[in-house]
């Protein structure tokens, strides 16, 4: 079948089969890219002028309630793309266990319909290359208790590891680790890192207040002999959290 677009794709080292060599994942350079209700009522519109753009959003709208409310009943759903199914995922121990919400978990399953399996039949893919390793922070370690479950311990050290975390320059404004409050505030490092490595940092956790904190490192690092032109920001998806004294 003649292919009509084309998915453009980079090529990223395969992490989970970190014992072999060459093992590449492609991913879809635009799959960042998202429409929303808005944006698919607007192009409704521009197909067809007779149609106003409030009507197409609220019938958008009032279908995505009606979905909504079919699935929480324990119905499917499907369209012309796909279909959504309701499904209790987690393991039962004899048939007469209760539901443990800590154990069981409720989701929906999404699975693509024919007509959608069809249409990607016209789809191509073009390979632009291999995707620049991204910066990430895999792992915080509280040295002091060893801890790894985000818990950390005020004036005490922390070890960061993962890759392109290494900051530099470490003088320039705006560059550095910081700790982001669930108020946005920003508490930045009160002593110099002790090990600043592209794949390890170490450094002292400022006297932060008992709560919640988001770790995030700004940082020009690409490789030892490119810095970027803008500062990159790499944060832990685990928050951090200080427990009262």
């Known amino acids: 079948m003649a292919k009509e677009t084309f998915w453009k794709v980079w090529l990223a080292p395969n992490r989970l089969t970190k014992d072999v060599e060459n093992d590449y994942i492609a991913e879809v350079s635009t799959a960042g890219n998202t429409i929303h209700n808005k944006d698919v009522a607007s192009r409704i519109v521009a197909e067809r002028s ?34 959504m199914s ?15 919400p800590q154990t069981h978990k409720l989701g929906v399953d999404v ?4 007509d959608m399996r069809s249409a990607l039949e016209t789809v191509g893919v073009e390979i632009l290359g291999e995707k620049e390793a991204a910066a990430y922070i895999s792992l915080v ?3 002091a208790t060893g801890r790894t479950d985000g818990a950390i311990t005020p004036d005490e050290d922390l070890l960061v590891v993962g890759d ?4 530099t320059p470490e003088d320039e ?6 700790f982001v409050d669930a108020d ?21 956790v400022p ?35 200080v427990a009262a004294k």
């Open 111 to 114: 699975t693509l319909t024919a």
């Open 50 to 83: 007779e149609l106003r753009l409030e009507t197409i959003l609220s019938i958008l709208t009032a279908r995505d309630e009606i979905v909504r409310k079919t699935l929480l009943q324990g119905t499917a759903v499907q369209d012309g793309c796909i279909r």
């Open 207 to 241: 006297p932060l207040a008992e709560g919640s904190y988001t770790l995030k490192v700004v940082t020009r690092y690409s490789n030892s002999k490119t810095l970027l032109q803008e500062s990159r920001i790499v944060t832990y998806a685990l928050p951090l959290t």
């Open 141 to 143: 370690t509280d040295i």
């Open 173 to 178: 404004k705006g560059l550095g680790v910081f």
């Open 164 to 167: 392109k975390i290494k900051v």
């Open 184 to 204: 946005g505030a920003e508490h930045p490092l009160t002593h110099k890192l002790a090990e600043n490595l592209p794949k390890k940092l170490i450094f002292r």
């Open 86 to 100: 309701p499904r209790v995922s987690g393991s039962w121990l004899g048939p007469s266990r209760a539901f443990d």
